[in-house]
């Protein structure tokens, strides 16, 4: 499996922008695909998870309200809409792939996968 995260940049304070990540090879019902991000000198941190087949997904408290994750399995893509950006939300953001049937894993250790990252900037 190899994922591909795309749609950082830099955006202003309040502004919004929604990341992409799709995935190539098999993806099983039982997988979720997960959303991290790391601040420099920050440890990476969960944001956002969601079931390949029931959808059900979870929000880490300090987005909740303004990210919403959701998917796409007919293009095999997980999207993170990001609303209402502040500059504490500026990191590089990964999304990963838990290959388990734990489902919403806050540790970044319960992933297998991991895309490349992409680096959201918010200016104030």
């Known amino acids: 499996v190899q994922l591909q995260a795309s749609g950082g940049g830099l955006v202003q304070a309040g502004g919004s922008l929604k990341l992409s990540c799709t995935a190539s090879?098999?993806?099983?019902?039982?997988?979720?695909m997960g959303w991290f991000r790391q601040a420099p000198g920050k440890q990476r941190e969960f944001v956002s998870s969601?079931?390949?087949?029931?959808?059900?997904?979870s929000v880490a408290d300090s987005v909740k309200g303004r990210f919403t994750i959701s998917r796409d399995n007919a293009k095999s893509t997980v999207y993170l809409q990001m609303n209402n950006l502040n500059p504490e939300d500026t990191a590089v953001y990964y999304c990963?792939?838990?290959?388990?049937?734990?489902?919403?894993?806050?540790?970044?250790?319960?992933?297998?996968?991991w895309g490349q990252g992409t680096l959201v900037t918010v200016s104030s």
């Open positions: 969601i079931t390949w087949s029931g959808g059900s997904t």
């Open positions: 090879g098999r993806i099983h019902n039982f997988y979720t």
């Open positions: 990963a792939l838990d290959t388990s049937r734990r489902a919403h894993s806050y540790s970044s250790h319960s992933y297998d996968y």
